[in-house]
């Protein structure tokens, strides 16, 4: 079972490490295959808490080799702050190998990101204001700069001053803003030349040689299917494929090759940002999930917005991207709560219906139909087989698994590592 895929099921900070790190002793290498520095995970190991958001989670495993592949984009000044803040404390980081082929998040993207998410206004997606968006345009517009053009100073002059033509005019047009100097960004640029050349490898050609050589590798997604850019709530979404199909193209690693694909959710659900969240809770059962779940957001702060568990987005996840197992966060979260309703279906315009609309102007109004499931008072963060578990608790796990389209095979109960049930052994297959 050599290459395995960890992607989040609803609309991100599901708690993706958890599953990272149930799998640590059996992991090769993990491999970042889309997003850039906007994800954000948190990773409570013993007493200590590591927020990363361009290295993937499984660089906290010793012996593991990381690997940030082509189809992510990079801004190499967070890397290396990234890369110095774990040293500092002892993590080594010295195997990490970066694909010459991923894109460079610049000065320039960043200023583009906020500024158009600024002129917005109301429409405005709550980008995490990273660049993200403009770099992945700039790749689809072939405009693009990649890592290993950071190794021919002419060639990476020549494709800054094209990739600013078109920009400098609408910052200075449209937006009034200062035009953007190419000479400086190419001085940035190049002042990181040295320190990432010796990271630079083809990632596609070792993952495959790892992938022959019975290795387990692990793709990390970031963000989560409905914030990909085919498959979510788009546009309210983020500018690459962070569903399972993403591991492929993103790494170049061909798809027969993945067997297992572990979907992330919650056992709520969350999301930061703009756009449609039918289950979403402005009331005191909201402020509860937020506060008890503390849900505000590694990368930017934002308090989440919060929901209950919404069951059409769990099985349209586990279709999308072909789902074998699930692993549940956070279960300990609901304890205390008197009823803990789940949305089973939506009601559009007068009509049921059982799967996500094909509309996205039906989602913003679909209705969550719920059923309640009764809660539990027990503290379960202890709880480590399904046989620890209040009955209330093993009654909704149940019928989560039945409506939500693949096993549950793991549940989380706490923050902490080892705080989770396993129930099957999702390497076994
Ligand atoms: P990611 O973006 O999917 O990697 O997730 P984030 O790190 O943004 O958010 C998940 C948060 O939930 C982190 O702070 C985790 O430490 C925490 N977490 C993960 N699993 C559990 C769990 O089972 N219970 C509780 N209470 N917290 C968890
Ligand atoms: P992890 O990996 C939650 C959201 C942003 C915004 C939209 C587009 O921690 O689950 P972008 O900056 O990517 O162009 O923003 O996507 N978003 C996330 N929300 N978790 C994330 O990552 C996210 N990455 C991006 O809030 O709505
Ligand atoms: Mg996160």
Known sequence: MPAVVIIGAQWGDEGKGKATDLL???????????GGNNAGHTVVIGNEKYALHLLPSGILTPGVTPVISNGTVIDLGVLFEEIDALNARGIDTSRLRVSANAHVITPYHVTVDKVTERFLGKRAIGTTGRGIGPTYADKINRVGIRVQ???DPSILQQKVEAALVQKNSMLSKVYNRAAIKA???????????????????????????????????????????????????????????????????GSGIGPAEFKTVIGIVKAYTTRVGAGPFPTELFDENGEFLRATGHEFGTTTGRPRRCGWYDAPIARYS?????????????????????????????????????????N???????????????????????????????????????????????????????????????????LAG
Request: proline share 4%; hydrophobic share 45%.
């Open 24 to 34: 640590a002793e059996h992991i090769d290498y993990v491999v970042k295959f889309n």
């Open 318 to 358: 586990a279709r999308i991207n072909g789902v074998t197992d699930f692993v549940l966060t956070k279960l300990d979260v609901l304890t205390g709560l008197p009823e803990i309703p789940v949305c089973v279906a939506y009601e559009v315009d007068g009509k049921r219906i059982d799967e996500m609309p094909v």
């Open 360 to 426: 996205q102007t039906d989602f913003h109004h679909a209705k969550p139909i719920y059923q309640n499931f009764a809660g539990w008072t027990e503290d379960i963060s202890k709880a480590r087989t399904f046989a620890d578990l209040p009955k209330n608790a093993q009654d909704y796990i149940v019928a989560l698994e039945a409506m939500s389209g693949a096993r549950i095979s793991a549940i989380g109960v706490g923050p902490a590592r080892d705080a989770i049930i396993v129930r099957h052994d999702m």
């Open 149 to 151: 053009d950071l190794f």
């Open 183 to 249: 000479d400086l960004v190419v001085a940035e640029l190049l002042s990181y030349a040295d320190r990432v050349r010796p990271m630079v490898a083809d990632t596609a050609l070792e993952l495959h040689q790892a992938i022959q050589a019975g290795k387990l590798v692990l793709f990390e997604g970031g963000q989560a299917t409905m914030l990909d850019v085919d498959h979510g709530t788009y546009p309210f979404v983020t500018s690459s494929n962070s569903t399972a199909g993403g591991a492929s193209t």
